[in-house]
């Protein structure tokens, strides 16, 4: 499904209507209606008693439209005004007429003490206030009303956007609508999924209103669901042998750090991947060895981490694999970092880079675009801030765009992960990842993920589909367990859980 920002949803509407010949007034009408159609399973609307608060703009509109739909289920309706009346849109001036000739009661408000007696009897509350068209920051009798709305024992369903979220960011300063249902029109929208607006909006139910699913292919954010994953991944043959799955050569480890490429390897493993090998610098090879019977170590020259004289050997080793993971453990030694880039140099085919070898890229100032390899990054936001020479802060206020910026740049696919996980894609693409839980926040995580696409690639998935699935059933993975354990669980429990994450995600 696509994710607008509130450009994007302005251009769907506007779209609707020019494109489509649907009128603004069939649109609302839509929305109005389906704040009580899409509740109706949860909500009992009928006999119940509801508050309804209407902005002036066109979110009040809907709310117009939904308390005639909530009084036709049986409802007790009153509505609330609230802002200078003035200011009403003229379609929200038409909804209005109609609820007065239904008699529905309905006053304009200038204080928020006004509502108070109606907010403490109230079954619903129907936030209707402020949606896509919030311009600055909540005061006044607004904002003291949305504090009495939130100490309210009502369900509290908002309209579009819970009131107060500002619709690219999610942001809100802590004033902002907590609502059990979020209804949101014409698609989800980025106040929807980002931190901390997702912790605003309760249970979203979306409703495209009618709009037609063609008219929004131009916004090249996805969020991501498991139908979308259900469709990428492979099928396995019935006859397939180890050879057709793939063959994956991990370079990882160093001392101190010997356990971050066996995590890669099993990622890979239970992901489904033919065959596994797991390239290691000689001193750490031993320890290693044997310890997951179905990963194949190299030792790779006498140290204890990777020296620009191991490019030639390991060089050797890649021949026979599909897809390489560099960088898992591998620390940040000199030449460990020379040994990086010498070997990117001289790689041809498909590098999936996590961890240490992103530190190496950022502090040799490598450039990618100008490597003959193809390439996914898995950095998170540190990682990532560091390649772009940015503060975290500010990486974190726009991580879409920064992913999509970086990798049309580069010609990478980027995987940022974090709260939410985003792939771009060299064409600008930004898949949003709806998958994961806290509980991921934990050593380990990252590399069982590098494992896991860098299989799916082998697989035979695209690059920037191996990427997308692979954040998904990995973090879907660690879903199943948060549920059976809540936090506490490991990144070896992740790979193990992925073969139910793959069969979860395959069930129709
Ligand atoms: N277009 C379409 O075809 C469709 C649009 N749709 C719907 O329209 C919505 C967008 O409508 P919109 O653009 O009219 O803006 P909207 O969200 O109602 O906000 C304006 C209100 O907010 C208030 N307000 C703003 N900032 C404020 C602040 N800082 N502090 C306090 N108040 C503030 C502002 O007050 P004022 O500035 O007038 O005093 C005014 O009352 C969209 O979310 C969806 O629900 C659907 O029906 C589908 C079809
Ligand atoms: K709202």
Redesign the pocket.
């Known amino acids: 499904m696509k994710l607008l920002n509130k450009i994007e949803?302005?251009k769907l509407?506007?779209l609707?209507?020019n494109e489509y010949g649907l009128s603004?007034s069939t649109?609302?009408e839509?929305?109005?209606a389906s704040v009580i159609s899409l509740t109706s399973n949860y909500i009992q609307w009928d006999a119940a008693k509801v508050v309804v608060l209407c902005?002036?703009?066109?979110?009040?509109?809907?709310g117009f439209?939904a308390a005639r739909y909530a009084t036709l289920m049986g409802a007790d309706v009153v509505i609330f005004i609230?802002?200078?009346i003035s200011?009403l849109?003229k379609?929200?001036q038409a909804y209005k007429a109609i609820v007065e000739k239904m008699k529905i009661p309905i006053k304009a408000i200038q204080k928020a003490e006004e509502t108070y007696r109606f907010l403490e009897d109230a079954d619903i509350i129907v936030d209707?206030?402020?949606?896509?068209?919030?311009?600055?920051?909540?005061?006044?009798e607004?904002?003291k009303l949305i504090n009495r709305v939130n100490v309210s024992s009502a369900i509290r369903v908002s309209?579009?956007?819970p009131?107060g979220l500002v619709?690219d960011s999610g942001e809100c300063n802590g004033l902002a609508i907590k609502a059990d249902y979020t209804i949101a029109?014409?698609s989800i929208k980025r106040a929807h999924v980002l931190y901390p607006g997702c912790e605003y909006c309760g249970t979203i139910l979306v409703s495209r209103?009618g709009i037609p699913s063609k008219a929004d292919e131009f916004c090249k954010t996805e969020w991501v669901e498991k139908k979308d994953i259900e469709e990428m991944l492979p099928h396995r043959m019935k006859i397939g042998h180890k050879g057709n799955y793939g063959t994956i050569g991990i370079i990882a480890g160093s001392e101190g750090l010997e356990g971050a490429g066996l995590l890669t390897a099993c990622g890979a493993l239970y992901a489904g991947s033919g065959k596994v090998h797991l390239l290691v610098p000689g001193e750490i090879a031993l320890s290693i060895t044997g310890k997951v019977p179905e990963i194949m170590v190299s030792s790779i020259g006498e140290k204890n981490c990777f020296f620009v004289s191991d490019v030639e050997p390991v060089l050797q080793k890649l021949k026979s694999y599909n897809v390489v993971a560099l960088g898992t453990g591998i620390g940040r030694h000199l030449q460990t970092q020379l040994f990086v880039k010498e070997l990117l140099l001289k790689i041809n085919g498909t590098v999936i880079l996590d961890a240490d070898a992103l530190y190496a890229i950022a502090s040799l100032h490598i450039s990618l675009k100008e490597l003959p390899g193809q390439f996914i990054l898995t950095p998170h936001v540190g990682e990532f801030a560091r390649l772009i020479n940015k503060e975290v802060v500010e990486v974190e206020q726009n991580r879409i765009e920064w992913a999509r910026l970086y990798a049309q740049e580069n010609q990478v696919v980027l995987v940022l992960k974090g709260y939410p996980t985003v792939t771009a894609t060299p064409l600008g693409e930004v898949f949003v990842n709806s998958t994961g839980n806290p509980g991921m926040a934990t050593g380990g995580m990252g590399d069982v993920l590098t494992g896991v696409i860098s299989s799916l690639y082998g697989q035979d998935m695209e690059l920037d589909k191996a990427a997308v699935a692979g954040v998904y059933m990995h973090s879907l993975a660690a879903d199943l367990l948060a549920e059976e354990k809540g936090v506490g669980f490991t990144a070896s429990e992740v790979a193990e859980k992925i073969p139910q994450s793959r069969m979860l995600i395959s069930e129709k």
Request: charged residues 10%; proline residues 0%.
């Open positions: 949803s302005q509407d506007s609707a209507i603004e649109l609302m839509s929305a109005g902005g002036t703009g066109n979110n009040g509109g809907d439209v609230v802002g200078n200011h849109t379609i929200s209707a206030l402020i949606g896509t068209g919030l311009t600055s920051a909540i005061k006044g607004k904002a309209i579009d956007i009131s619709c029109m014409g209103i």
